[in-house]
């Protein structure tokens, strides 16, 4: 995703909260979360992946 770019991100229950929820989410809730990248910054350590061009 570039810098500026939107996406939906939808979590089935079986990876968010599952069967108990937490606080105002209800049990086996799917969470749908609109994800905008704002920023990209360098890591201090380094990228933990090889990137292959091509």
Do not use: H
């Amino acid at each position: 995703m570039k810098v500026g770019g939107q996406r939906l991100v939808i979590v089935p229950p079986e990876l968010a909260y599952g069967k108990k929820g937490v606080q105002e989410i209800p049990p086996n809730a799917t969470i749908e979360l609109d994800v905008e990248l704002l920023s990209i910054k360098q890591s201090p350590f380094g990228s933990p992946v090889k990137i292959v061009e091509g």
